[in-house]
């Protein structure tokens, strides 16, 4: 498996498909964690989510004492570099963060 360190985040899997993994630190209820992001692109040909959900969501799960789990459906073609990036960021200034899943609009209007 690939373990590539980039811009603080190291990818698990291959970046630029349909899909890949990532880990990255920040903060979740006030506290310091790992994050283990499976990002999917609901745009790629060949997402693995089907049928399509109806919008982007995150759905979270604690994995370990300071890790957590996040599937991130994002309405996005590829999951690169740059989507990567913009998902850390997004991770780390949500405040609503929780556990379980949180959707987001719908993605017929995100054209």
Same mark, same amino acid.
């Given at each position: 498996?690939?373990?590539?360190?980039?811009?603080g985040?190291?990818?698990l899997?291959?970046?630029?498909?349909?899909?890949a993994?990532?880990?990255?630190?920040?903060?979740f209820q006030g506290?310091?964690?790992v994050w283990?992001?499976?990002?999917?692109a609901l745009?790629?040909?060949?997402c693995?989510?089907?049928p399509?959900?109806?919008c982007q969501f995150l759905? $979270?799960?604690p994995?370990?004492?300071m890790q957590?789990?996040?599937?991130?459906?994002?309405?996005?073609?590829a999951?690169d570099?740059?989507?990567v990036?913009?998902?850390?960021?997004m991770?780390?200034?949500y405040r609503r963060?929780?556990?379980?899943r $949180?959707?987001?609009?719908?993605?017929?209007?995100m054209e």
């Open positions: 498996m690939r373990r590539e360190v980039s811009e985040y190291r990818a899997t291959e970046l630029g498909g349909a899909e993994t990532v880990e990255f630190g920040g903060r506290r310091p964690v283990r992001a499976r990002i999917i745009q790629h040909p060949d693995p989510l089907q399509l959900p109806d759905d $979270i799960a994995a370990g004492p957590y789990d996040v599937v991130i459906g994002l309405w996005v073609a999951v570099h740059p989507t990036l913009k998902t850390m960021v991770m780390r200034k963060l929780r556990e379980g $949180i959707e987001f609009r719908p993605a017929s209007t």
